[in-house]
T-cell receptor, first 113, second 112 residues
Framework: SQTIHQWPATLVQPVGSPLSLECTVE??????LYWYRQAAGRGLQLLFY??????ISSEVPQNLSASRPQDRQFILSSKKLLLSDSGFYLC????????????FGSGTRLTVV | SQQGEEDPQALSIQEGENATMNCSYK?????LQWYRQNSGRGLVHLIL?????REKHSGRLRVTLDTSKKSSSLLITASRAADTASYFC????????????FGTGTRLQVTL
């Protein structure tokens, strides 16, 4: 069966420090991968999505970047965190468009202090 | 940007009652999906309805879709305390395949 792993669960980082959040998917090949951010009490904002290795689309200009070094690995990074980067970050995967929903990871609560 | 707007933003009902949440969207869609999120957790996919479908059922869930009004509703029948969560609609928009755009969510509280 397919599973998705996202870590860490919580992270407190100082302003100006780097960030690396990792997401891996098991049990499937060539998934579409996504990074979303959720502000407190709000909906989800799509940050990046990838339909294949090294094929990454950015949805909003920001202080973050994403990479997909392997088929089932998606990494969210920042060189220097801002206070506004705080939020709940969710990784998700999907297969065939329109056939089913996304499967989400358990999320990373990032607090920039 | 947010595509869907859920209504109401918050809903409080007693166990056994039905809960209805509505979602409106702006552009043409391929499908619309509903998700549930328990506090501080990831989202769980509940149901998907395609643009050529009008109604779909899954257990105690009933989803309707009106593409002429660009709206959908999620009905949870005979609610339970365990249904307490936030519920989000999400649309896969025509021309932007492989991406879901989420609404702002409805916070459902089911009390005993």
């Amino acid at each position: 069966s397919q599973t998705i792993h996202q870590w860490p669960a919580t992270l407190v980082q100082p302003v100006g420090s780097p960030l690396s959040l990792e997401c891996t998917v098991e049990g499937t090949s060539n998934p579409n991968l996504y990074w979303y951010r959720q502000a407190a009490g709000r909906g989800l904002q799509l940050l990046f999505y990838s339909i294949g290795i090294d094929q990454i689309s950015s949805e909003v200009p920001q202080n973050l970047s994403a990479s997909r070094p392997q088929d089932r690995q998606f990494i969210l990074s920042s060189k220097k965190l801002l206070l506004s980067d705080s939020g709940f970050y969710l990784c998700a995967w999907s297969l065939t468009v329109g056939r089913g929903g996304y499967t989400f990871g358990s999320g990373t609560r990032l607090t920039v202090v | 940007s947010q595509q869907g707007e859920e209504d109401p933003q918050a809903l409080s009902i007693q166990e056994g009652e039905n809960a209805t949440m509505n979602c409106s969207y702006k552009t043409s869609i391929n499908n619309l999906q509903w998700y549930r999120q328990n506090s501080g957790r990831g989202l769980v996919h509940l149901i998907l309805i395609r643009s050529n479908e009008r109604e779909k059922h899954s257990g105690r869930l009933r989803v309707t879709l009106d593409t002429s009004k660009k709206s959908s509703s999620l009905l949870i029948t005979a609610s339970r305390a365990a249904d307490t969560a936030s519920y989000f609609c999400a649309t896969e928009n025509t021309g932007t395949a492989s991406k879901l755009t989420f609404g702002t969510g409805t916070r459902l509280q089911v009390t005993l």
